[in-house]
């Protein structure tokens, strides 16, 4: 009997100990804003009525032992997706990030958080078909959901702001 509790012991300790290694609040503290965004999101755009619907599935994760974020999404099943790394600079004492898309193009960017639940990010876009070459957010956490607003600075003006809301999800990103 001593040698079932000794490895159920064990075990927990082990079970324990596994958990905790992977556990969001070993992000670094710079990173530590981003900890309620950890998981999987969804959204579905507002579209005109008769439109194909569109689905964003996002997923965020704690990368390189809690030094980074790295997020992946994918709209409509692989229609479109991008993988994105933020981590933060010393050098240049802010939040960056690089995101990197199916359709070709990438942005690299700083972030900035303004409050305990609201960032902003700032992209500089390289290789963009449709004329885009910065992009600007504004994601603020609500309620266990996620707002974000982007504008876009398409042939030289910025487009209206763009608003989408992020749920908790159990579907899975996927890529073709």
Not at 131 to 160: C, H, M, P, Q
């Amino acid at each position: 009997m001593t040698y079932f509790k000794a490895l159920f012991l064990v075990l927990c300790l082990y079970v324990f100990n596994s958990y905790a290694a992977d556990t969001p609040s070993n992000l670094d503290k710079e990173l530590a804003v981003f900890k309620p965004y950890l998981g999987t999101w969804q959204a579905d755009f507002k579209v005109p009525v008769g439109a194909k619907p569109v689905q964003d599935i996002g997923r965020w994760e704690r990368a390189l032992n809690g030094k980074a974020i790295h997020t992946k999404h994918s709209i409509n099943e692989g229609e479109y997706g991008g993988e994105s790394m933020i981590f933060y600079d010393s050098k240049k004492e802010s939040l960056v990030f690089y995101y990197f898309t199916t359709a070709g193009f990438y942005t690299k960017g700083t972030m900035k958080v303004l409050s305990p639940t609201q960032f902003v990010a700032y992209e500089e876009v390289t290789g963009s078909k449709e004329g885009i070459t910065k992009v600007r957010s504004i994601s603020e956490l609500k309620n266990d959901a996620f707002v974000v607003s982007t504008s876009y600075l398409k042939k030289g003006e910025w487009t209206k702001p763009e608003q989408r809301t992020y749920t908790r999800s159990t579907k899975a990103v996927k890529f073709k």
